[in-house]
C-alpha cells in the first residue's frame, strides 16, 4: 500500500544561504533580540530576508503548505550561527540565538502562522530547546533520551480549536523545529495519520471516534496546571472534512471496554504505518501539522553535554 505522507522537501543553495546568514546577521547585530520579548521584531527581520532571497518555488511552497493540506514539510541548509553549548538544562540565554531566531520565527510568518507558547509548558517560553536534560532521565519527554518517545501528538490532552481562535487554549495546530545539532543522527520520524485509518476496520474507526476515552498531560506539562480531557474521542473529522486524532501511548485510556478493545486494535496497526524517518542536520527547519501527524523518536546516548543533540521548536498557528 503507497505512503498517503504529503512530505514536501527543499534545499537552499550554498550561495542564497551565505547571503541570507550575513544579511540577517547584520541586522540582529544592532541591538540584543529576544525570542519572548521580541518574536515580532525577530520574525520581520528573518521573513524580509528570506522573501528577498529564497528561490520563488521554496517561497511559494511555504507559502501554500497550510492551505494545501500537506502533512509535513523540510527545508534543509539554511544560514547557521556560532551555536554556545547546547543548553541540557533546557533554558539559555535567547539573545545568544537571534540569527536562529530569526530564521525561524520568519519561516513561521511566511507561512502564514503565528507562533505561541503555553503557560503549562517550558515555564511559558515561546521556544523549547528539545534537548537531552538529566533531570527529565527515564521520562517520555522532549527533554528525554534515554526512554523512547512513542507515535504520539503533541498535548493530546486539549480540545481542537475553532478556526480564529486561541490557540493556546487548544492541541497545537503545527510544530515547527530548527535543528542547531544532531551529532548522535538521531532521527525524527514522521506518519501520516491517513496510513493509520485505511488500515483500521470500520468496527475501530467507529470505537475511535466515540467520545469514550480520557487522555492526560504528557511528561513534559506541569500536570499541576492542565488536567486531562475527559470523555473524549481519539479520531475525529475536522471541518475540512480530514481525519485529526489526539493520542500519546503514556496519557491515552479507554473508559469503557468497547473504547479499550478499539484501543488496543488502533496500537496494533500503529507499528505497521509507513513512515518518514529524518535525520534533521544542522540548519534543518521542519514543519508538520500535529493534528494530522504522528511522530516519535527512539532511545539514544547523547554527546558530552556541550555537543548533545539540540533541535529548537515552536508551536504555531
Not at 487554549?169 to 542547531?180: E, H, I, N, S
Not at 475525529?236 to 500519546?248: N, Q, S
Not at 496500537?267 to 494530522?292: H, Y
Amino acid at each position: 500500500m503507497t505512503s498517503l505522507l504529503q512530505f514536501a522537501r527543499y534545499r537552499v543553495e550554498d550561495g542564497v544561504r551565505d547571503l541570507l546568514g550575513k544579511e540577517i546577521s547584520a541586522r540582529v547585530s544592532e541591538t540584543n533580540l529576544e525570542s519572548d520579548l521580541d518574536d515580532a521584531i525577530l520574525a520581520g527581520i528573518g521573513a524580509y530576508a528570506l522573501r528577498r532571497h529564497l528561490p520563488g518555488d521554496i517561497l511559494q511552497g511555504i507559502q501554500v503548505f497550510t492551505a494545501a493540506g500537506s502533512h509535513a514539510l523540510l527545508l534543509s541548509n539554511l544560514p547557521m550561527q556560532e551555536f554556545p553549548p547546547t543548553p541540557v538544562s533546557g533554558f539559555g540565554d535567547e539573545t545568544e540565538l537571534a540569527v536562529t531566531n530569526a530564521i525561524h520565527l520568519g519561516l513561521i510568518r511566511i507561512l502564514g502562522c503565528t507562533p505561541f507558547a503555553v503557560r503549562y509548558e517550558n515555564d511559558g517560553r515561546l521556544v523549547r530547546n528539545v534537548v537531552p536534560n538529566p533531570a527529565a532521565s527515564g521520562t517520555t519527554s522532549s527533554w528525554g533520551a534515554d526512554s523512547e518517545f512513542f507515535w504520539h501528538t503533541d498535548n493530546p490532552h486539549q480540545p481542537f480549536g475553532p478556526p480564529g481562535s486561541d490557540p493556546r487554549l487548544y492541541t497545537p495546530p503545527y510544530l515547527t523545529f530548527y535543528a542547531v545539532r544532531n551529532e548522535e543522527r538521531v532521527p525524527t520520524e514522521i506518519a501520516a495519520l491517513d496510513d493509520v485509518v485505511v488500515r483500521l476496520d470500520e468496527e475501530t474507526r467507529l470505537g475511535l471516534t466515540a467520545a469514550e476515552f480520557e487522555i492526560g498531560a504528557p511528561d513534559s506539562n506541569d500536570r499541576e496546571a492542565t488536567g486531562p480531557l475527559v470523555r473524549t474521542e481519539v479520531l475525529e473529522i475536522g471541518p475540512d472534512g480530514r481525519h485529526r486524532a489526539r493520542y500519546d501511548r503514556g496519557t491515552t485510556v479507554g473508559i469503557t471496554d468497547a473504547a479499550k478493545r478499539a484501543l488496543e486494535r488502533w496500537c496494533a496497526v500503529l507499528p505497521t504505518v509507513p513512515s518518514a524517518e529524518l535525520v534533521l542536520e544542522t540548519g534543518d527547519f521542519m514543519i508538520f501539522d500535529n493534528r494530522r501527524v504522528l511522530h516519535r523518536r527512539k532511545a539514544f546516548t547523547p554527546r558530552p553535554h556541550v555537543r548533545a543533540r539540540w533541535l529548537r521548536r515552536c508551536y504555531a498557528a
